[in-house]
T-cell receptor
Framework: DAKTTQPTSMDCAEGRAANLPCNHS???????VYWYRQIHSQGPQYIIH???NNETNEMASLIITEDRKSSTLILPHATLRDTAVYYC????????????FGQGTRLTINP | DGGITQSPKYLFRKEGQNVTLSCEQN?????MYWYRQDPGQGLRLIYY???????QKGDIAEGYSVSREKKESFPLTVTSAQKNPTAFYLC??????????????FGDGTRLSIL
C-alpha cells in the first residue's frame, strides 16, 4: 500500500478555511485517496474520497494534484467542532479489506 | 437514523473472562469489520466478514472470535486467550467487500478495560 505523509499538527481560526495537505508520492494509478477524521473517544468519520478528479460534498472538498502525488482536504468554514485528528489514506482499487491509518494531522480550530 | 451501533460504550472484564462486544448495522451493508485501536496508534484489523455465515481473519485475530449469523449483526468475543485486551474496539461496515470505491463507516466504539 502506498504510504502517506501528513503534518503532525495544524491550527486554524474559526470561520476560516482549513487546508490539510497529504503527500502520497508512491500512489498507484488505481488507488483511491480517502479522508477520515476522529474526534476524541469516537469512531472515525468518513469525510470524502477520490481517484483522479477533485471531489466536493457537504463536508469538504478534496483537491488531488494532476500527478496524484499529493492532495489537500479543504474544510471551507471551520468550526470548533472540526477539531479532530484527520487521516489521509490510500486504498488499492481491489481486494483491500482493511483501512491503514497513519498518525494523521491533529487539527485545532481556535475561536 | 441509519448507522452502526456498538454496545456497550464501556466494558470492564476480569482476567480469565470472555466478553462479547455487540455491533449492529441497519445500513443493509454486506461487509462488516472489527478493528482495534491502542492509545496513539492506528487501527489494526481483527476480523472481517464479506457475507452472512462467512468471515476471515485480519492481522491480529489471535484471542478473538466472531460470528455472522445475520446480515446486520457481527459480534466480537474477546477470549481469555487474548493477553492484552485493553483497547478501543471499532466496528465498521461497507456496502460491498473489497470495493475501494465504497467507504467503510464506523460505529462509536467500545472501550474495554481489564480490572
Amino acid at each position: 500500500d502506498a504510504k502517506t505523509t501528513q503534518p503532525t499538527s495544524m491550527d486554524c481560526a474559526e470561520g476560516r478555511a482549513a487546508n490539510l495537505p497529504c503527500n502520497h508520492s508512491t500512489i498507484s494509478g488505481n488507488e483511491y485517496v480517502y479522508w477520515y477524521r476522529q474526534i476524541h473517544s469516537q469512531g472515525p468519520q468518513y469525510i470524502i474520497h477520490g481517484l483522479k478528479n477533485n471531489e466536493t460534498n457537504e463536508m469538504a472538498s478534496l483537491i488531488i494534484t494532476e500527478d496524484r502525488k499529493s492532495s489537500t482536504l479543504i474544510l471551507p468554514h471551520a468550526t470548533l467542532r472540526d477539531t479532530a485528528v484527520y487521516y489521509c489514506i490510500v486504498r488499492p482499487a481491489q481486494g483491500a479489506q482493511k483501512l491503514v491509518f497513519g498518525q494523521g494531522t491533529r487539527l485545532t480550530i481556535n475561536p | 437514523d441509519g448507522g452502526i451501533t456498538q454496545s456497550p460504550k464501556y466494558l470492564f472484564r476480569k482476567e480469565g473472562q470472555n466478553v462479547t462486544l455487540s455491533c449492529e448495522q441497519n445500513l443493509n451493508h454486506d461487509a462488516m469489520y472489527w478493528y482495534r485501536q491502542d492509545p496513539g496508534q492506528g487501527l489494526r484489523l481483527i476480523y472481517y466478514s464479506q457475507i452472512v455465515n462467512d468471515f476471515q481473519k485480519g492481522d491480529i485475530a489471535e484471542g478473538y472470535s466472531v460470528s455472522r449469523e445475520k446480515k446486520e449483526s457481527f459480534p466480537l468475543t474477546v477470549t481469555s486467550a487474548q493477553k492484552n485486551p485493553t483497547a478501543f474496539y471499532l466496528c465498521a461496515s461497507s456496502i460491498s467487500p473489497g470495493n475501494s470505491n465504497q467507504p467503510q463507516h464506523f460505529g462509536d466504539g467500545t472501550r474495554l478495560s481489564i480490572l
